[in-house]
């Protein structure tokens, strides 16, 4: 697909949202004043996290006034990640925007997200500007994802607009939702940012304030980093430190050889050769079978590629035969 400044494309706002009732009636009339004044058409995707207030209801009302509106529901909180996964399923448009349901960014900051993608980027990500909660954690993650990526934006856990081919090429699994930046840019997207204005949450409270997302966040940062580098070559990275702990055992055998010929033997040792040479041995096994499950990932990221280029094909063809029949 390609997106031209002419901004005729559809754009899917997808609101991912939990015990929001309190935002989204002021949500809704701040958007389609946006959407009134935008140059491209919108429409506002609601997902209801297993919300246990009245979010489900504020969405079914906003359906009704608002014709842009679209909305599901989970049954119960399946996290944030699985609300977008939902959105990505029911949404139309060319081009994707990810905005939280709490108010803390306008609507009304959207078409400036979105005029990257027009100029031909494939991902913008938002920069907050203002104040912030947590400034001192937030630039720690930012800073060693940058670190770690080789990313030259400021922020990845904001608000951003991306082409509807990122989502369907990155695959997220639990709580990965704010690493879709890098894991796009592994995929060869471009990436830009753009500043975006912060705002006071007025209503509610924040879904983000467990001390646990910290240690949690630092690990899927490393999960990730791996997932994108080491295991792209799992036996090169397994049977090197395998390599190396193999020769450091037939080193240490030496040793213990040596000093058993000379009658001052040191069990010690003997036990320090089986230790490293069982786990340089464990590490190839553990590569050899990362191999076969690469092999399988890439597969199947193949075969679905080639599944969406056909669809694609039968798309066209089907427009195609519409028109001449036309």
């Not at 991912?16 to 949500?27: C, S, Y």
């Not at 975006?196 to 240690?215: C, Q, Y």
């Not at 040793?255 to 464990?282: C, K, N, Q, S």
Request: proline share 3%.
């Amino acid at each position: 697909m390609t997106i031209d400044e002419n901004y005729n494309f559809l754009v899917s706002t997808i609101v991912p949202a939990m015990n929001e009732e309190g935002n989204i009636e002021r949500f809704c009339e701040l958007f389609d004043q946006m959407a009134q004044a935008a140059p491209f058409r919108n429409e506002l995707v609601f997902i209801d996290d297993g919300s246990s207030d009245g979010t489900l209801a504020k969405f079914k009302q906003a359906a009704q006034t608002y014709s842009f509106v679209r909305f599901e529901t989970h049954g119960r909180n399946l996290g944030l990640t699985e609300a977008l996964l939902t959105g990505f399923e029911l949404a139309r448009g060319e081009v994707f925007v990810f905005y939280p349901a709490d108010l803390q960014f306008l609507p009304e900051d959207i078409p400036n997200l979105v005029a990257r993608i027009a100029q031909g980027t494939d991902v913008c990500a938002g920069w907050k500007q203002g104040d912030y909660q947590k400034p001192f954690v937030s630039g720690i993650y930012n800073w060693l994802s940058r670190k770690l990526f080789g990313l030259k934006i400021h922020d990845l856990n904001s608000c951003k607009a991306f082409r509807r081919e990122v989502v369907e090429q990155v695959f997220l699994r639990r709580d990965w939702h704010r690493y879709l930046v890098p894991l796009a840019s592994d995929k060869g997207f471009l990436i830009e940012e753009e500043k975006v204005t912060l705002h006071e949450r007025n209503w509610g409270k924040t879904k983000f304030g467990s001390i646990w997302r910290i240690p949690i966040g630092f690990l899927d940062l490393i999960a990730v980093k791996f997932q994108i580098t080491f295991l792209r070559k799992p036996l090169l990275f397994f049977g090197s430190i395998g390599s190396v702990l193999v020769i450091l055992g037939f080193l240490v055998g030496l040793v213990t050889i040596y000093l058993r010929l000379t009658d001052e033997g040191y069990r010690p040792l003997l036990y320090l050769v089986m230790l490293l040479v069982g786990v340089g041995m464990a590490l190839f096994v553990m590569g050899f079978m990362a191999e076969g499950q690469v092999a399988v990932k890439e597969e199947m990221a193949d075969l679905r590629k080639k599944m969406m280029r056909m669809m694609k094909r039968k798309s066209s063809a089907d427009d195609s035969d519409s028109s001449r029949t036309t």
